[in-house]
Structures are given as structure tokens and as C-alpha cells.
């Protein structure tokens, strides 16, 4: 049975778009390096969307002593001398006005070479340190990243609408999905592991070039095109790029040197676990609204006139190709800037 994704509930999205436009991707990196028995170099980088004066500082536990902190636009950095190591300790990452609705990635390496880590939500400022990390620590945070940097970009979201639409069939879905999926898992691992390098912000601006093509395709209603019978092809072309993405993403971050399969394997898999769950909502909101209208009486009928698909998919055209529009010229903009 098809799946025709009408792409109404684009219409709620854009009711929850300015939280989305809002809410950065990007978590506050908080890295601590122990260069001497309890003594540690720190650095706090933040998203450019948090204010100048706005800007987090950590608080240590009793018998540390922060020296040689210098701030700047994009965080501060600086030493911090303990009387016993941090290990099994508590620390909290402080605004001091509010936080802005961003999650904290902890990493501290040890002496011994260990690397703990921990991703804290926005409502959660405090970090209880390990003694000692686990694998499966290791694991559960870089799923959790992952999740939290699908889920927050809604430039990779829309593009993963378009491609709904496009394939509106549920076994040419799960072709196209899949596609993409593939794709920006190899660039994501090439650029994770530096076989590649490309910058990113040419990048940024062609994936927004990626989701204006899809708001065009959609929006001209010719189902006999390329992208309308292979939709397969253009989301692992895109998918390419997109993965560059995601890999900055992760780069902000870092992967743990000791399991570098390990933070990257579950890295991807956080990223695809957040995008199936976009996908099944998006189902579930589809036939949610398939019901309704079908229940609907003929005194009704302007607004089952408004539920045909030819409608549907050119408000869905313009609900995806007004904000990619705009990240274009914006990234275009920064690239031409450089």
C-alpha cells in the first residue's frame, strides 16, 4: 500500500520550527587534561549562539584551585591544581544568568591515558566523575551525541522530509533511506578518521543547496523525473555531504583515542537511531491525519479540498524551502566571507 506523505504534518513542524531554529545542535565541550598528578589543563568551548556575558565556568570540587583562565568568544581555557585527583569527584558547569538550552560533553583524560566522558542534558549541570571508564560508558555517550545532534539539526530533518515525500512508497522508502544512510556513514568514518578533509563550511552551504533541491522537485509535481524514480540516487549523493556534517559534529568533539571504533561506531548509530525515530513520528502523525480526513463530512469539503496531495506537497515545498533558502544565502555568505 503506498505511503503517500501528503506532508501535512509538515504543518505541525512548522509550528514547533521556532524551537527547533532555536535550539543548537551543538553541546558546551568541557575537556580536562590531568598533565600531573592532580593538576589538569581545561578548556570550555561554547556554541557562538550563547552570550558574551553569558559564558559557563566550571566549578571545582573542595581543594581545587582554578589558575590561568583566559576567556574568550568561543569559551575559556586554563589550569586547575587539586589536592586529590578529580576522579570520583563532583563538578558543575555554571551560567551565570541561564543555560540556554544546551547539553554538556565531558571528557577527562588521565594520567594513566584513560578517558571518561559523560553527555549531561541542559537540565542536568552536574558531573558525578567516575574512578574509571567503561566501554560501555563510552558507548552510551556517544549514542547519546549522536541522538542529540540528529534530533537538533533541523537542516538534516527537512532533508530527510523531502526524501519521504519523493519516495512515498514504503519499500521505495526504506531504498532511499537506506541510501542515505550508507552514504553518510562513509564520509562520516573517512572524515572521523582523517582520510578526508574538506572544509566545512562549502559544505554546510551545499547540503542547504541539497534541501532547496527537494523543495524544488517536490514542488514542480513532475513524478516522472530522476529524482521522483531514483530517489535511491540522490540521497546517497547527498547523503556524501551530509555525513561531512555530521563529521563536523563530531570533530567539535573529538573521538576517545583508546576506542576510536568504539565513540565513532556508536557516534552513527546515535545519528541513525534519532532519525528512525524522526521517521516512525513522522508515520505516525501521517496516518493520524489520513483518519481524520477521511472521517470528514461533505460540509467539510474546502477542507478535504485542502487535503489533496497536490496541495499538501506544495505547502510541504515551501515549509522545506523557506528556511534551506535562507541557510543558503547565509552559508554562501560566511563561505565568500572567508
Request: aromatic fraction near 10%; glycine fraction near 6%; proline fraction near 5%.
Amino acid at each position: 500500500m503506498k505511503l503517500r506523505f501528503f506532508s501535512t504534518f509538515l504543518l505541525a513542524l512548522a509550528l514547533f520550527a521556532p524551537a527547533l531554529f532555536a535550539h543548537d545542535a551543538r553541546p558546551v565541550v568541557v575537556t580536562i587534561t590531568e598533565q600531573l598528578p592532580a593538576a589538569y589543563q581545561f578548556s570550555i568551548r561554547v556554541p557562538d549562539t550563547v552570550e558574551a556575558n553569558n559564558q559557563p565556568a566550571l566549578a571545582w570540587p573542595v581543594g581545587c584551585m582554578e589558575q590561568n583562565r583566559v576567556s574568550r568568544p568561543e569559551g575559556s581555557n586554563g589550569t586547575v591544581l587539586c589536592d586529590l585527583s578529580l576522579a570520583g569527584n563532583l563538578i558543575t558547569l555554571d551560567y551565570p544568568f541561564y543555560n540556554p538550552s544546551l547539553a554538556t560533553f565531558y571528557r577527562l583524560t588521565t594520567l594513566a591515558g584513560d578517558n571518561i566522558t559523560a553527555m549531561l542534558t541542559p537540565t542536568s549541570p552536574d558531573w558525578n566523575i567516575p574512578v574509571k571508564a567503561t566501554r560501555g560508558n563510552i558507548a552510551l555517550e556517544y549514542l547519546a551525541l549522536g541522538v542529540e545532534h540528529i534530533i537538533g539539526g533541523l537542516d538534516h530533518l527537512l532533508f530527510v522530509l523531502g526524501l519521504l515525500i519523493i519516495a512515498a512508497t514504503l519499500k521505495r522508502i526504506l531504498w532511499t533511506v537506506t541510501g542515505f544512510t550508507i552514504a553518510h556513514s562513509i564520509t562520516l568514518s573517512l572524515s572521523s578518521l582523517g582520510l578526508i578533509s574538506i572544509p566545512i563550511v562549502p559544505v554546510e552551504a551545499v547540503i542547504a543547496l541539497s534541501i532547496v533541491f527537494l523543495a524544488f522537485e517536490i514542488s514542480r509535481e513532475h513524478t516522472d523525473s530522476l529524482t521522483y524514480h531514483y530517489p535511491i540516487i540522490i540521497s546517497f549523493g547527498f547523503g556524501l555531504l551530509h555525513g561531512l556534517g555530521f563529521a563536523s559534529a563530531l570533530g567539535e568533539i573529538g573521538l576517545v583515542q583508546n576506542e576510536i571504533v568504539i565513540s565513532l561506531l556508536f557516534f552513527n548509530l546515535g545519528v541513525e537511531a534519532g532519525q528512525l525515530a524522526f521517521i516512525f513520528l513522522v508515520s505516525i502523525l501521517f496516518f493520524a491525519i489520513r483518519r481524520v480526513t477521511k472521517n470528514l463530512t461533505l460540509n467539510e469539503y474546502a477542507i478535504k479540498d485542502l487535503m489533496t496531495r497536490q496541495r499538501m506537497d506544495l505547502i510541504a515545498a515551501y515549509v522545506i524551502g523557506i528556511p534551506s533558502s535562507y541557510w543558503l544565502i547565509d552559508r554562501v555568505a560566511q563561505f565568500l566571507l572567508i
